[in-house]
């Protein structure tokens, strides 16, 4: 029997998530050994029995044997560090119970109507072999440490990820197609890989985790061995090539992900390389209001400057809080006098004349105390 048992990928985070699900699987094994099969059962996932939305969770801490759960949980981990040391605790816990409910559901359904065969499943194997699919997107050229059973003689030896990855799936998808697709443990393996595929891969296009350039596309691409000069030249002419508005899409998408100040790197370069570009009001608007959510008001002002150079929509709040900005934390009272002397009142609340009247008293006290 092979068992993965560590890894050379470069751990960011403590695997907090991975240890508890470890003790949580080992903790509900015993557990389960002591209950009856009555009272176990219903925790599986049955087949040809209509939907259970708490099984689809509730499944994969149940295991079959000690055997069974020490595959899993020796798999777990080596491939948990490598998830989990890259998106730190909360995420993998997103990442695992979202691939563990999803498999069951989609499992459940595919089984809806069916009779006879197995009547049912359990373990966490569909979560573990999203886990390796995950690691195989993010960390291909990593080493996993192994440990090989012949009956009683132990060998140990290293791995890359591809390749370990690259067996168990081809052996599972080989089996798969040899029983027809038919269901068993291997397709119930694939559907978990298929889905830590697609998380995989959309967290990495969504700049949601940082493989630093080693992740399967990059090193395919061959950007893993180039030079930060190389790179950034390469990067530039595959952007430039991309048309405008999935460049505005991508920077979009970054903002929505809660990452105003790498959107906002991301607009810079574009407005370097990019003949006229220029970013869609509502865009750019959201792009000020993440940059001032995470308090980044010296980020922020230039962006402010370009929206009230490109546009009219809300100007007059815009200027306000520009000024505001320009007072509170550049100390530029000359530069916000200027900018509130060209607000339009009329655009203007009772609640923001009154705002625009303090602003513009406190530039000019602060002009004078400057010039005293």
Same mark, same amino acid.
């Given at each position: 029997? $092979?068992?993965?048992?560590?890894?050379?990928?470069?751990?960011? !985070?403590?695997?907090?998530?991975?240890? %508890?699900?470890? #003790?949580?699987?080992?903790?509900?094994?015993?557990?389960?050994? %002591?209950?009856? &099969?009555?009272?176990?059962?219903?925790?599986?996932?049955?087949?040809?029995?209509?939907? !259970?939305?708490?099984? =689809?969770?509730?499944?994969?801490?149940?295991?079959?044997?000690?055997?069974?759960?020490?595959?899993?949980?020796?798999?777990?981990?080596?491939?948990?560090?490598?998830?989990?040391?890259?998106?730190?605790?909360?995420?993998?816990?997103?990442?695992?119970?979202?691939?563990?409910?999803?498999?069951?559901?989609?499992?459940?359904?595919?089984?809806?109507?069916?009779?006879?065969?197995?009547?049912?499943?359990?373990?966490?194997?569909?979560?573990?072999?999203?886990?390796?699919?995950?690691?195989?997107?993010?960390?291909?050229?990593?080493?996993?440490?192994?440990?090989? +059973?012949?009956?009683?003689?132990?060998?140990?030896?290293?791995?890359?990820? #591809?390749?370990?990855?690259?067996?168990?799936?081809?052996?599972?998808?080989?089996?798969?197609?040899?029983?027809?697709?038919?269901?068993?443990? &291997? $397709?119930? !393996?694939?559907?978990?890989?298929?889905?830590?595929?697609?998380?995989?891969?959309?967290?990495?296009?969504?700049?949601?985790?940082?493989?630093?350039?080693?992740?399967?596309?990059?090193? =395919?691409?061959?950007?893993?061995?180039?030079?930060?000069?190389?790179?950034?030249?390469?990067?530039?002419?595959?952007?430039?090539?991309?048309?405008?508005?999935?460049?505005?899409?991508?920077?979009?998408?970054?903002?929505?992900?809660?990452?105003?100040?790498? %959107?906002?790197?991301?607009?810079?370069?574009?407005?370097?390389?990019?003949?006229?570009?220029? $970013?869609?009001?509502?865009?750019?608007?959201?792009?000020?209001?993440?940059?001032?959510?995470?308090?980044? =008001?010296?980020?922020?002002?230039? #962006?402010?400057?370009?929206?009230?150079?490109?546009?009219?929509?809300?100007?007059?709040?815009?200027? +306000?809080?520009?000024?505001?900005?320009?007072?509170?934390?550049?100390?530029?009272?000359?530069?916000?006098?200027?900018?509130?002397?060209?607000?339009?009142?009329?655009?203007?609340?009772?609640?923001?004349?009154? +705002?625009?009247?303090?602003?513009?008293?406190?530039?000019?006290?602060?002009?004078?105390?400057? $010039?005293?």
């Amino acid at each position: 029997m $092979l068992f993965p048992y560590s890894t050379d990928a470069p751990i960011y !985070h403590w695997p907090f998530t991975t240890i %508890a699900f470890i #003790v949580v699987n080992v903790a509900v094994f015993y557990a389960e050994m %002591a209950a009856p &099969e009555a009272v176990v059962g219903p925790y599986m996932l049955v087949f040809g029995d209509g939907l !259970h939305p708490v099984q =689809w969770l509730t499944n994969n801490f149940l295991h079959a044997g000690i055997l069974h759960l020490l595959g899993n949980m020796l798999s777990l981990w080596s491939f948990g560090l490598i998830v989990e040391g890259k998106l730190g605790w909360k995420k993998t816990l997103a990442v695992y119970l979202g691939i563990g409910v999803a498999y069951g559901a989609i499992v459940q359904t595919i089984m809806l109507g069916s009779s006879g065969g197995a009547p049912g499943a359990l373990g966490a194997s569909g979560i573990v072999f999203g886990l390796m699919a995950m690691s195989l997107v993010w960390a291909p050229e990593n080493n996993v440490q192994c440990l090989l +059973l012949l009956v009683f003689w132990p060998i140990y030896f290293e791995i890359k990820v #591809v390749v370990l990855v690259g067996i168990f799936l081809f052996f599972q998808i080989g089996l798969l197609l040899l029983n027809h697709m038919a269901m068993s443990s &291997e $397709l119930l !393996h694939v559907i978990g890989a298929a889905l830590g595929f697609i998380v995989a891969v959309w967290m990495l296009r969504g700049e949601m985790v940082d493989c630093e350039h080693w992740d399967v596309f990059s090193v =395919w691409a061959g950007r893993h061995t180039m030079s930060p000069e190389e790179r950034e030249r390469a990067e530039g002419e595959i952007q430039q090539s991309l048309p405008d508005d999935l460049l505005v899409a991508q920077i979009n998408q970054i903002i929505q992900s809660g990452k105003p100040a790498l %959107a906002l790197r991301a607009h810079q370069r574009m407005s370097e390389t990019v003949k006229d570009w220029i $970013l869609p009001r509502n865009v750019l608007w959201d792009l000020i209001q993440g940059l001032h959510r995470e308090r980044l =008001w010296g980020e922020s002002v230039p #962006v402010m400057e370009e929206y009230l150079k490109n546009y009219s929509h809300q100007a007059a709040q815009m200027q +306000l809080k520009l000024s505001h900005i320009m007072l509170a934390e550049q100390a530029r009272p000359a530069s916000a006098l200027e900018l509130l002397k060209g607000i339009d009142r009329s655009n203007l609340d009772a609640r923001g004349i009154d +705002l625009l009247e303090k602003l513009r008293t406190k530039a000019e006290e602060m002009l004078g105390s400057s $010039l005293q």
